[in-house]
Nanobody, 122 residues
Framework: QVQLVESGGGLVQAGGSLRLSCVVSGRTFSSHVLGWFRQAPGKERAFVAATRWSDSRTYYADSVKGRFTISKEKAKNTVYLQMNSLVPEDTAIYYC???????????????WGQGTQVTVSS
C-alpha cells in the first residue's frame, strides 16, 4: 500500500520561492506517475504538476508553467516541487499522490498525505 508524505511548505512573500518534498513509501513501478495537487479554501483539489517515475517526462498546469519545476530523486523515493515567483494565488495546501498513468483528475490518484500549507503574502 502506497503512502506519501509531503513537507516543505511555509509562509513566503510574493516573488519568493519554496521547495516541497514528497516521500513515497511502498513499491513504485515504472508505469506510475507522481503528481502534485493543491487545494485552496473553498475550492476543489487541482492539478499542479506530475512526473513519470520511469523517465523524464513532466506535465504542468498552465498556471504554473515556467514558475514551478517537478523533479525526482529515485534513490530517496522522493519527488520535489520547486516553486519560484510565487504569487498570492498559489496559496493552498499542497498534496502529492500516485496514479497508474498521467492523469489530472485527483480521483485517479492514491496515497494522499496530510498535505503541506503554502501561504504567499502580497
Amino acid at each position: 500500500q502506497v503512502q506519501l508524505v509531503e513537507s516543505g511548505g511555509g509562509l513566503v512573500q510574493a516573488g519568493g520561492s519554496l521547495r516541497l518534498s514528497c516521500v513515497v513509501s511502498g513499491r513504485t513501478f515504472s508505469s506510475h506517475v507522481l503528481g502534485w495537487f493543491r487545494q485552496a479554501p473553498g475550492k476543489e483539489r487541482a492539478f499542479v504538476a506530475a512526473t513519470r517515475w520511469s523517465d523524464s517526462r513532466t506535465y504542468y498546469a498552465d498556471s504554473v508553467k515556467g514558475r514551478f519545476t517537478i523533479s525526482k530523486e529515485k534513490a530517496k523515493n522522493t519527488v520535489y516541487l520547486q516553486m519560484n515567483s510565487l504569487v498570492p494565488e498559489d496559496t493552498a495546501i499542497y498534496y502529492c499522490g500516485r496514479a497508474n498513468g498521467y492523469e489530472t483528475d485527483p480521483r485517479r490518484y492514491v496515497g494522499w498525505g496530510q498535505g503541506t500549507q503554502v501561504t504567499v503574502s502580497s
